[in-house]
């Protein structure tokens, strides 16, 4: 639920800029129907860790043991010049209308690849932020976007029991090493045993995997079974 502050900034905002698509102008919507179908999806999926192509983003056999995950499945490119806009007026600007797009898309990625098939019982899980980061977003992207990925879906969500604990630097910031460092043991598990569940961890951007990883570390600490992360682009 927005607080006031942030129902303020978004009534500022759209006096000042009008909502129109970022790609065409055309006002209406941030990215109309005609420009959503430009946006193009990744063409292979791979192992995050040496880059060897494969059809699911499962970490390869020799990568496997150095992961909790057991894949990351990357929908689109950070490159992509209208996917790389969307993501960061969703979490720079504050444009929560952006993660129905970004959700959608996730959707329709899904939809269009014939060899990714999510278990439909698994349990979608958003990367949580830390309340510090939450109140100055005043939302959770991740959050934002899974629950447009579960609507009218068999997919249960839970985005109250996975908690980030410690606030640090923002991963954007860091090489692969402090990124690795940064997130270790920031993650906590406050719901009921997850024996045999899969999970699919929902982010905006992997670049190293290192967050969805510590994610999957406590989930597999409370007895969870498969674990995916789903993101809408790598950086």
Known sequence: MQNHA????????????PIECINCRQEGDWLCQNCFKKLEFSRKQYCLNCKT?????????????EYYLDGVIIAGNYDDKILNQLIKLLKYHFIKDIAVILGNYLIAFLQSNQYIKLNSK?????????????RWRGFNQAEEIAKVVT????????????????HKRAQAKLNEKQRLKNVTDCFSWS???LTGADIV??????T???TLNECAKILKQNGAGKIWGL???KG
């Open 6 to 17: 942030s129902r303020w900034r978004d009534f500022v905002f759209d006096l000042i800029f």
């Open 53 to 65: 192509t494969n059809n699911l983003g499962e970490f390869c056999h020799n990568c496997q043991k």
């Open 122 to 134: 698994s349990i979608i899980i958003p990367v949580p932020l830390h309340q510090r980061r939450w």
């Open 151 to 166: 609507q009218n879906s068999q997919f249960k969500i839970n985005s109250k029991d996975l908690i980030r604990t410690k």
């Open 191 to 193: 719901g009921n045993d």
């Open 201 to 206: 961890l929902i982010d905006d951007v992997v």
């Open 208 to 210: 190293t995997g290192a």
């Open 231 to 233: 993101v809408v682009a």
